[in-house]
């Protein structure tokens, strides 16, 4: 069984799969760290912070006065995050917190990063208030995959749609996470009491010949995608894997909701 679940249970959240996503999309997260930096934060909190790679990656770009503090319900992460954090010349800490029931615990700051946890928040018009309630002049910012635009081929299009059916009736009605959250996302964001939403799509994309960067990322969410498909797909799929086993033919592109909101 490929899992990437974290200890806690959560999908897609194992610190390994975290890591060969975060690599395999350096550039792309290097630019958004730099934009965020140009806002010139003084306190950062990363809500759902995991093993603090973001957080690796805006150390290395904001000033050293720039108080940094990650937020995560996973005991194992924090740890993880914790030890990353050690050679970090700046304030640091890490908190054990589950954000939906303890939105009034987060520390006050002046820019909140929300990346990719909304789809393991139930109730998320109720989150955003609470949180725009207890850091009313903040900026938050916002990064959310969208689960029906990752694509991967070239294939067949009945083959592509029988893959993507099965996906979505296999996750569609999970009680752990959403994986088609992107719409639910923007919804509740431009219905919150932040009155400034300034939003764009941000495409992630790769043709073959892969970097060794991007390879991990791209297996690992084929195996995934393998564990949640009928038995008929998964077996297409697998076959179509190692046709190419050198990836010479293949290309890989989904588009994530990038926002800032005041």
């Not at 995991?50 to 937020?71: R, V």
């Not at 993507?164 to 752990?176: F, P, R, V």
């Not at 996302?185 to 932040?194: D, E, H, P, R, V």
Request: charged share 25%; glycine share 4%; aromatic share 12%.
């Amino acid at each position: 069984m490929y899992s990437e679940e974290n200890s806690s249970g959560k999908p897609l959240a194992n610190p390994d799969w975290l890591l060969n996503h975060h690599r395999a999309k350096i550039p792309e997260r290097t630019a958004f760290a730099k934009r965020l930096a140009k806002l010139h934060p003084k306190k950062i909190v990363d809500l759902g912070c995991a093993t603090g790679l973001w957080l690796e990656l805006l150390n290395g770009i904001m000033p050293l006065d720039c108080e940094f503090i990650g937020i995560d319900s996973d005991i194992q992460s924090l740890e993880i995050a914790n030890s990353r954090s050690k050679s970090w010349p700046r304030k640091t800490a890490f908190l054990r917190l589950d954000i939906e029931k303890d939105v009034t615990s987060i520390p006050s700051a002046d820019m909140i990063l929300a990346f990719n946890i909304f789809p393991y928040i139930k109730d998320l018009d109720t989150f955003l208030s609470a949180l725009n309630a207890k850091i009313p002049n903040g900026i938050l910012a916002v990064r959310q995959y969208d689960g029906a635009s990752i694509r991967f081929g070239p294939m067949s299009t009945a083959m592509r749609q029988k893959i993507e059916q099965d996906l979505y009736i296999a996750t569609g009605n999970s009680e752990k996470f959403r994986h088609y959250d992107l719409d639910r996302t923007f919804i509740a964001l431009k219905k919150s009491a932040y009155k400034k939403f300034e939003y764009n799509f941000e495409l992630f994309e790769r043709t073959s010949p892969f970097e060794q960067e991007f390879i991990p990322y791209y297996q690992g969410t084929m195996l995934w995608t393998c564990q949640h498909i009928s038995d008929t797909s998964a077996e297409f799929l697998n076959k179509w894997m190692n046709e190419d086993a050198h990836m010479q033919n293949r290309y890989f592109y989904e588009v994530d909701l990038v926002a800032l909101l005041s």
